[in-house]
């Protein structure tokens, strides 16, 4: 009898049409590129068009990585999506809408809530459902309009993200080379302070005091944030590797998180990895949250650099708090 591993079967991404520089938020607010630079790394975001919604952008990324598995929609048995700036509030889910645009109906479809962490969260949920036999073909899609929840008059937060989607079909193998060997995802809430977005509170007329006024865009304790950050993803990769006996250089492709380039090179310095390992896109695409990673993998795969086999080792870090990181074998035959 075979075994039955998930597998990464494609990858793609969207990059919205407009392109912010560092100088464009100079007329907005009082800040540089030397700042921006200089404390993440970042030179441009990309931000969707007034007219696009997150689902337009997960649609994009979805309908690429169905054609590059070699599939047709019609092939998909489930859509999900992890998103922090959904199309709506609470309802429909923008997995919901992102399967009608892609022409799959009457199948599964729903979102997560895993913030940046929300890539691995995803292969994990994916890799269960397959090693499971519950299903052939799973879309999975980070997509982000983070403009649309940013407060750009508040310049701790708003130069940090932009918008972006990225997507892969994850599918069966009986091949270990073409196996994701190991998806580990943790969460911890008592940090629910460093890092959220508050929801406007209805209370019925006669109970009181009134919740307070709190607006819907992100807020970040950076600073503790990053100290957190650097700890974790550091830990995080011990730890994977250690459980399968790897050590650094028997990865090809270190993909962390895209939040702050310090954050990455203290990570990347502390583990002994080599520049050619680490993949870097914070610097043109700065922190596109869920949509981070696979926009990252999409990256080196349209550069030519990834190739059939290599080994990714991904590693995120984000809101909640929640942490992950994974073991994935490429199976694109390029
Ligand atoms: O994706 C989820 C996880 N998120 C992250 O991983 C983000 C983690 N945190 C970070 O990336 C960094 O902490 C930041 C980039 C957010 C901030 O960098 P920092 O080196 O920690 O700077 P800081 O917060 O200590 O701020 C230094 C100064 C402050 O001024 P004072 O109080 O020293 O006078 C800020 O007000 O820089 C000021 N500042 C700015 N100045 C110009 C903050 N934002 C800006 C800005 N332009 N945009």
């Known amino acids: 009898m075979h075994h039955t591993y998930a597998s990464l079967k494609s990858i793609a991404a969207y990059i919205p049409p407009h392109c912010v520089s560092n100088t464009d938020f100079e007329k907005i607010i009082d800040t540089s590129d030397e700042w921006i630079t200089e404390r993440t790394g970042i030179k441009t975001r990309y931000f969707a068009d007034a007219s696009q919604t997150t689902s337009d952008l997960a649609y994009e990324a979805g309908k690429v990585a169905i054609q590059r598995a070699g599939l047709t929609p019609q092939d998909i048995d489930i859509v999900i999506v992890s998103t922090l700036s959904g199309d709506y509030l609470s309802m429909p889910s923008t997995a919901c809408l992102t399967s009608f ?30 090693e499971s036999k519950t299903y052939k073909n799973i879309l999975i899609i980070g997509a982000e309009r983070i403009s649309s929840i940013l407060d750009f008059t508040d310049r701790n937060t708003c130069v940090l993200f932009g918008d972006g989607a990225g997507a892969c079909v994850i599918g069966a193998t009986n091949d270990p080379k073409e196996a994701i060997l190991e998806v580990d995802i943790c969460a911890n809430g008592r940090y629910e302070n460093l890092l959220y977005t508050p929801r406007q509170c209805t209370t019925f007329p006669q109970l009181t005091p009134k919740p307070p006024k709190r607006e819907s ?35 090809n492709f270190f993909v962390p998180h895209q939040a702050n380039l310090r954050i990455i090179n203290a990570v990347g310095k ?16 700065s922190n596109t949250s869920a949509a981070s990673i696979p926009m990252a993998i999409n990256d080196i795969y349209e550069n030519s650099r990834l190739k059939y086999g290599d080994l990714m080792l991904l590693d995120a870090f984000g809101g909640g708090l929640t942490w992950g990181s994974a073991l994935v074998r490429f199976a694109l035959k390029n």
């Open 217 to 251: 865009v992100v807020h970040m304790e950076g600073k503790e944030i990053f100290k957190l950050a650097v700890k974790t993803l550091t830990q995080n990769v011990n730890e994977i590797l250690a459980k399968h006996q790897l050590s650094a250089q028997d990865v």
């Open 101 to 130: 645009k892609l022409g799959i109906e009457n199948k599964p479809a729903f979102d997560i809530s895993a913030a940046c962490s929300g890539f691995i969260y995803l292969l994990g949920l994916a890799k269960s459902f397959i």
């Open 270 to 285: 502390q583990l002994n990895f080599t520049p050619e390992q680490i993949v870097l896109t914070v610097q043109k695409y």
